[in-house]
């Protein structure tokens, strides 16, 4: 009883930071998913008056993924009023080209105008239709979430932090006794510090595994997957290898760092 | 004879401005019984905490066990507290660790085996009577038997000098009586040397014994 209650104060603490880190990790995987699907779902209409050399376009263009060219026969057909068949073909010759281009991710507004700049230099581009407005809005929701979720992770890991600065003077009280007595004894400053790095790896180390358990818990849940499929995507809420690395990577260095601050403000007794 | 202390033209101060001890000389002889009296805020604690390392000579020189204490190393002040054991008048046991680990804590710090360390350990809680109460944390027992623990632990090490600060001061007899006799038999039969700070010696103390009384600053042995 008494050892769990020594480690619960900054498992705790270390649980709140790594669930802040682990949503933000989340938001950014969603949001990735979701601009790829975008990017999937968008795609912008090119009018030329000769055929585009698609290779060199791409090789110009590094955001340009595909180009297929739109065939003209569905505007032939609407036009086509008893039309010869050599008219038709040399109506053909005489329509201008439509392209439909993909590009490889979602782009920022900003980064369209420069493509629609650039594609609009060439003397063949007559009309580029980028769908900017529905383009705008949708990344602009994209933005907004993004920073929602960023404040609501930020806010929660420094008001953590500011619990831990608060516990952290309980813990150098508790510790600093410790050392101060093993200091009498004549135990070297690493002997004196070895528990509190002991403890501390421990405590990242439950902290880590709580986290497993509690994000591997909300992966498998069904409510929580079904809010991704609402929108068309699926997300890796957790992945067991690379995201444990990653928490508990974190989760042993805020440990490690909390422990130097308890040592470097350790105090002899005189 | 060899001397495991010698103070000569020694001050010591808490600041710069208010000296407690003032410019004394003596010696200790290895394996001696020392009694250091003199009435409260006299200085008793101030000179046993500068035997210690706790408190750095403000002048002259302080050679406790071959090591200089004025501006002594970290290194060498954990070479010297390695063989000597203190007794606190409040214990200063590791609340969170039990009577078992830390009367073991000097048998760790000097590295001692794990088997030595586990017969050692369970000897003294003979010793001091508390061998039933090896699990327990030091604030599940009486003053008395924390005391016990702390001196068990000053003597796990085979020190080569105990200081002991008020070791009976709130005690109960019984428990007083073992402390003292805890002391008297060290020095007896491992030829420790044991310095006492205390207001009173107990009268029915059975071994010879050299006593200091420090006044204004200054220590005087007293025949």
Redesign the interface.
């Known amino acids: 009883m008494k050892s769990i209650k020594n480690h619960l104060s900054l498992v705790i603490a270390l649980v709140s930071i790594l669930f802040s880190i682990q949503i933000l990790v989340i938001a950014e995987r969603s949001i990735d998913t979701y601009k790829e699907k975008l990017a999937n779902d968008y795609s912008i209409i090119v009018v030329s008056q000769k055929n585009l050399d698609a290779s060199n376009l791409m090789q110009e263009n590094a955001i340009i993924g595909k180009i297929t060219s739109l065939s003209p026969d569905d505007v032939i057909k609407r036009l086509n009023t008893g039309m010869s068949k050599k008219n038709i073909e040399l109506l053909k010759l005489t329509l201008p080209k439509f392209y439909n281009i993909k590009l490889k991710y979602y782009p920022s507004s900003s980064e369209i105008k420069m493509l629609t700049r650039k594609l609009l230099r060439k003397s063949s581009i007559s009309k580029i239709e980028n769908f900017s407005h529905s383009h705008d809005s949708t990344y602009k929701l994209l933005l907004l979430f993004k920073k929602v979720i960023t404040i609501f992770s930020v806010s929660m890991l420094v008001v953590t932090m500011l619990l831990i600065f608060k516990e952290l003077k309980i813990w150098q009280f508790k510790h600093n006794e410790r050392m101060n007595i093993m200091g009498l004894f004549g135990a070297p400053l690493w002997m004196r510090s070895a528990i509190l790095f002991r403890l501390s790896i421990v405590d990242a180390i439950i902290a880590s595994f709580v986290s497993f358990i509690l994000f591997t818990y909300i992966a498998s849940d069904s409510w929580v997957n079904e809010q991704f499929e609402y929108i068309g995507i699926q997300v890796k809420i957790f992945d067991p290898l690379s995201d444990l690395l990653l928490l508990t990577t974190v989760s042993i260095i805020v440990s490690i760092v909390l422990a130097l601050f308890i040592i470097l403000g350790h105090k002899e007794e005189v | 004879m060899d001397k495991v202390i010698i103070a000569d033209n020694l001050s010591l101060a808490?600041s710069d401005d208010e000296t407690i001890i003032n410019k004394v000389k003596f010696s200790i002889d290895s394996g001696s019984f020392v009694f250091i009296t003199g009435a409260s805020g006299s200085g008793k604690s101030t000179l046993l905490?500068s035997l210690?390392g706790?408190?750095n000579p403000q002048e002259g020189s302080l050679v406790v066990g071959g090591v200089e204490l004025r501006g002594v190393s970290?290194?060498k002040?954990?070479?010297?507290?390695?063989?000597i054991g203190?007794v606190f008048q409040d214990y200063?046991?590791?609340?969170?660790w039990t009577i078992e680990k830390n009367i073991m804590?000097?048998l760790l710090?000097?590295g001692y085996e794990k088997g030595v360390t586990n017969n050692q350990v369970d000897s003294l809680l003979k010793h001091v009577r508390l061998k039933h109460q090896a699990g327990k944390?030091p604030q599940e027992l009486s003053g008395g038997e924390q005391q016990r623990v702390a001196m068990a632990?000053a003597l796990s090490h085979n020190p080569i000098l105990i200081l002991a600060d008020e070791p009976t001061g709130n005690l109960d007899d019984y428990s007083a009586e073992l402390i003292w006799n805890l002391l008297v038999g060290a020095n007896e039969q491992l030829k420790t040397t044991v310095m006492v700070v205390t207001h009173h010696i107990p009268e029915n103390i059975k071994v010879d014994y050299k006593h200091y009384h420090i006044e204004f600053g200054r220590i005087n042995e007293v025949n």
Do not use: D, G, W
């Open positions: 808490y905490k210690y706790a408190l970290n290194s002040l954990n070479f010297l507290r390695k063989h203190i200063k046991l590791v609340k969170e804590l000097p710090i000097n944390y632990r």
